[in-house]
């Protein structure tokens, strides 16, 4: 069943005056990633509503938390829904009473069907975390850190019936340094995504863009995670188990199992140990944790072990002293 959070008397927008200041925008989005879009549209152009994803049980109490999105338009005084399903009949009557003239989504976690992406008359568009048509889908940060990507970026584009297969509207590039994590990535590419937005509405409203069709050479595809991705595989060389320890901060968290429960790796660097040993093997290195991988050993710099809060690799280790064994 919908949640629905509306208030009375919207708020006016901050400029009233005709034209793009008069656009009635919905948007769409639920995690971090797309607050600085919600912000960004809301100091320029008329929000008539929110939807956001319901709240979800967290944590070890299992509390209901809501989506970031729903805070925030809260503390901006929007109407919001949180609807289970988008495409249920209640969220679409109360679309339809919004009437947007443009519909912006940025990290959602719905599927849009053609029904919704037809009812305004300027479309949906999506501020989508990668340049596409590289890495659509759920993940697209996580999987350019875990394959090793050199630059990601975002791309504004018109939403259609695919998996964000839509026209492209704009692009801008972001590099990746070798240590970034998917965490700090999302969060600057989530800043570029409401700058490069805000450029991008302009030009397309008045009809001065031309949409360009993604090309179908150099199309993937990045899965929504699951927490099993996080698992850490010491047969694979120490450069691909580094980045995933990367591609999978904050979330699902990279692991493996040892003295029966999961160890947590926050942080991680390869280091040379000079020695061959076999996958798996744990050394110390720098009195601090590490294990071998194929090719090399990974030094695990700050870990959490079940129950405990992160902690750095020695301090780990004054306790752990079955680690080698």
């Known amino acids: 069943m919908s949640r629905i959070l509306l208030q009375n008397n919207p708020p006016a927008p901050n400029n009233a005056r005709i034209g793009l200041m008069s656009i009635r925008i919905v948007f769409m989005g639920s995690p971090e990633f797309a607050l600085p879009s919600l912000c960004a549209l809301a100091s320029q152009h008329q929000i008539v509503g929110v939807v956001t994803q319901p709240d979800r049980a967290s944590g070890r109490g299992r509390e209901l938390k809501a989506p970031p999105v729903k805070t925030l338009a809260l503390e901006l005084n929007l109407p919001v829904i949180q609807p289970e399903k988008v495409r249920a009949a209640e969220a679409m009557n109360q679309l339809r009473e919004w009437n947007p003239d443009l519909i912006v989504v940025a990290a959602f976690g719905q599927i849009l069907k053609p029904d919704l992406l037809t009812l305004p008359r300027f479309g949906c568009i999506n501020v989508h975390a ?13 999987a350019a ?23 492209m509207l704009a692009k801008r590039a972001l590099r990746l340094s070798p240590d970034v994590t998917a965490g700090a990535a999302s969060q600057a590419l989530s800043t570029l995504g409401a700058d490069l937005l805000l450029d991008t509405l302009p030009e397309y409203l008045a009809g001065k863009l031309t949409p360009t069709p993604q090309p179908a050479d150099g199309a993937t595809y990045a899965p929504m995670l699951k927490k099993e991705d996080g698992r850490l595989d010491f047969n694979e060389s120490v450069h691909a188990v580094e980045r995933r320890v990367r591609a999978m901060n904050p979330w699902p968290g990279a692991w493996f199992e040892w003295n029966g ?65």
């Open 130 to 142: 990668s340049l596409l048509p590289r890495w659509r889908g759920a993940a697209p940060i996580n």
């Open 261 to 325: 429960n999961l160890l947590k790796v926050a942080r991680a660097k390869p280091v040379s140990v000079g020695q061959r040993a076999r996958s798996g093997t744990r050394l110390i290195v720098e009195d601090k944790p590490a294990v071998m991988c194929a090719d090399d050993a990974l030094l695990l710099e700050e870990v959490q072990p079940a129950g405990k809060k992160v902690m750095d690799g020695k301090s780990f280790l004054a306790g752990a002293r079955d680690w080698m064994s």
């Open 145 to 167: 850190i875990l394959a090793g990507d050199d630059q990601t970026g975002v791309t504004i584009m018109q939403m259609d019936a695919g998996l964000d297969t839509g026209d």
